[in-house]
């Protein structure tokens, strides 16, 4: 028989099911800190965000959230801004959604940010008619076909 040693399975690497972050304080942003908006992940703790301020920033996960906060696209988060990158950037927070309508309520993000919603193509609302990737067939045509 091998002897087991490890501490446990993937079940103990995962954690419990701790919901300590309900109900928690707002947290604003400081001086060196931006509010931003998930473009997209890129994988290995990264991801590009749309800061507030409307620079394009390359964002650090750090290691307190990574594996533990899961982030998507179209999340809004807190980032903290770099005295010798402005490119880049590194996740403090992540807010949940009724958070994040909160902040919208107080002012803090522009009235046209979107909430709630995944950026998926990137459509605006004046290109929704350029979404339209099918095609209509007429019934003789598909009875030539």
């Keep these: 028989m091998p002897k087991n040693k490890g501490k446990g399975g ?20 400081e001086d060196g800190q931006e509010y ?16 507030i301020d409307g ?8 290691g307190k959230m990574h594996k533990k906060v899961w982030i998507a696209a179209g999340d809004i988060v807190l980032v903290g801004l770099r005295d010798y990158q402005d490119d880049k950037a590194d996740v403090i927070l992540k807010y949940m959604p009724d958070e994040a309508r909160l902040l919208k ?12 919603e995944g950026i998926g193509g990137g459509l605006d609302e004046e290109d929704e008619g350029a979404g339209d990737d099918y095609i209509e067939f007429e019934d003789e045509d598909i009875d030539k076909i």
């Design 105 to 116: 309520a107080y002012g803090e993000l522009p009235e046209n940010t979107r909430l709630n």
């Design 10 to 29: 993937k079940n103990r690497k995962r954690g419990k099911n701790e919901a300590d972050d309900e109900k928690r304080e707002l947290i604003f942003k």
């Design 36 to 51: 931003a908006q998930v473009l997209r992940m890129l994988g290995n703790g990264r991801c590009e965000a749309m800061c």
């Design 55 to 62: 620079s394009k920033r390359l964002c650090h996960i750090r």
